[in-house]
T-cell receptor
Framework: GAVVSQHPSRVICKSGTSVKIECRSL??????MFWYRQFPKQSLMLMAT?????????EQGVEKDKFLINHASLTLSTLTVTSAHPEDSSFYIC????????????FGPGTRLTVT | GQQLNQSPQSMFIQEGEDVSMNCTSS?????WLWYKQDPGEGPVLLIA?????ELTSNGRLTAQFGITRKDSFLNISASIPSDVGIYFC???????????????FGQGTILTVHP
């Protein structure tokens, strides 16, 4: 149980284009999903928290207009990196939480974004 | 914001040796979690600790929730090559906290196991 998938696993895009990353909870309902960014050999940096049906809450320093988050259902959240630039290249990881059961977070496998 | 101090930052050990890593915090957490991350993958939950003083095992892994609720350790016994990876501790605030539901991560411990 508690499986979270992400798609795509890898994406290469040109500077100025937008990229959408999907995060799905496969066998549970995710009342809350989190989006993280991770640089090589560093810890996970929380970007935003999204609750199903409401606007995401962004961490300080994260541009909400650049990183659009939608959590339209209890099993799907999307992160769209708009007008991507090379400095947006990173490993993006989502996690999902069923707050009716516990506050443990289950992570997706991550998406490697490379902006050329 | 809150920070977790995780140590050591890296470890190089021989197969069969035991490993110990720990996390400390200046703040209290109601839940401690230990994750392992393989290269290019997301973190996988290893052990969750919910009560101060709790000692929990999962196979060769043992973790404890410090009695003060400000620290936790993870031990790996008889290490094997597939134990290689980055281990993260994470703390979760209790209800009423401003960051309830969010995890605060340690900096990670990079484990290398030589056959």
């Amino acid at each position: 149980g508690a499986v979270v998938s992400q798609h795509p696993s890898r994406v290469i895009c040109k500077s100025g284009t937008s990229v959408k990353i999907e995060c799905r909870s496969l066998d549970f309902q995710a009342t809350t999903m989190f989006w993280y960014r991770q640089f090589p050999k560093q810890s996970l940096m929380l970007m935003a928290t999204s609750n199903e049906g409401s606007k995401a809450t962004y961490e300080q320093g994260v541009e909400k207009d650049k990183f659009l988050i939608n959590h339209a259902s209890l099993t799907l959240s999307t992160l769209t990196v708009t007008s991507a630039h090379p400095e947006d290249s990173s490993f993006y990881i989502c996690s999902a939480q069923d707050t009716f059961l516990s506050y443990e977070q289950y992570f997706g496998p991550g998406t490697r974004l490379t902006v050329t | 914001g809150q920070q977790l101090n995780q140590s050591p930052q890296s470890m190089f050990i021989q197969e069969g040796e035991d490993v110990s890593m720990n996390c400390t915090s200046s703040s209290i957490f109601n839940t401690w979690l230990w994750y392992k991350q393989d290269p290019g993958e997301g973190p996988v939950l290893l052990i969750a600790l919910y009560k101060a003083g709790e000692l929990t095992s999962n196979g060769r892994l043992t973790a404890q929730f410090g009695i003060t609720r400000k620290d936790s350790f993870l031990n790996i016994s008889a290490s094997i090559p597939s134990d290689v990876g980055i281990y993260f501790c994470a703390g979760l605030e209790g209800a009423g906290g401003t960051s309830y539901g969010k995890l605060t991560f340690g900096q990670g411990t990079i484990l290398t196991v030589h056959p």
